[in-house]
């Protein structure tokens, strides 16, 4: 079965140190991958969309990496704040289709 | 914002009461779609809608009844609650096009008790 999986440990990191958090998936041929923020007690937010033929992509200090050979994608937050802190969401979505699935997400914590 | 809209956004309900959800949407999107998160299963897709009177099941639709009259309102109706059903509803909508993204909703946390 189609499985998407982030890691359910949170990254801890300190202010203005690069995260980095992995979405892997398997069974799975998706068209997009998106990236999601989501706050506590608040509905998820799209940050990054990428497509099975880019490499990467970025927005200002986001960077995304799909790699549909290790069926992987890297989200970067470089120069990493506080207010970073959330939990982040990978979703796949097939060609043609409409229907994000998620992930689990992984709770980021930036520390002063 | 998208114009994305729940009401409820809390609800205390008896087990096998009937209970609605509501979504609003003010973007004229084609694409709707009712979510439930819970601790350690994320994001679970329950039913969706890609028109007017057009919705078909997600991954976790047993129990859950869904409608959608208009453009503007999608309705998740669980028709018994029971408390396997406490959990915290999103509500969503779909842009297509370039950046084919979806907004969500604020959520609604329902407690059957």
């Known amino acids: 079965s189609q499985k998407i999986e982030q890691n359910s440990e949170a990254l801890n990191i300190q202010e203005g140190k690069t995260a980095t958090l992995t979405c892997n998936y398997t069974?799975?041929?998706?068209?997009?991958l998106q990236w999601y923020r989501q706050d506590p007690g608040r509905g998820p937010v799209f940050l990054l969309l990428?497509?099975?033929?880019?490499k990467e992509k970025r927005k200002e200090r986001l960077k995304v990496t799909f790699d549909t050979t290790l069926k992987q994608s890297l989200f970067h937050i470089t120069a990493s704040q506080p207010a970073d802190s959330a939990t982040y969401l990978c979703?796949?979505?097939?060609?043609?289709?409409?229907?994000?699935?998620f992930g689990r997400g992984t709770s980021l914590i930036v520390h002063p | 914002d998208a114009g994305i809209t729940q009401s409820p956004r809390h609800k205390v309900t008896e087990t096998g009461t009937p209970v609605t959800l509501r979504c609003h949407q003010t973007?004229?999107?084609?694409?709707m779609y009712w979510y439930r998160q819970d601790p350690g299963h994320g994001l679970r897709l329950i039913h969706y809608?890609?028109?007017?009177?057009?919705?078909d099941k997600g991954e976790v639709s047993d129990g859950y009844s869904v409608s959608r009259s208009k453009t503007e309102d999608f309705l998740l109706t669980l028709e018994s609650a029971t408390s396997s059903q406490t959990s915290v509803y999103f509500c969503?909508?779909?842009?297509?096009?370039?950046?084919?993204?979806?907004?969500f909703g604020q959520g609604t946390r329902l407690t059957v008790v």
């Open positions: 979703a796949l979505l097939s060609g043609g289709s409409y229907i994000p699935t």
């Open positions: 069974n799975y041929s998706p068209a997009y």
């Open positions: 990428i497509r099975e033929n880019e």
């Open positions: 973007e004229n999107h084609r694409y």
């Open positions: 809608s890609y028109g007017v009177k057009d919705t």
């Open positions: 969503a909508i779909f842009s297509g096009g370039e950046n084919t993204e979806a907004f």
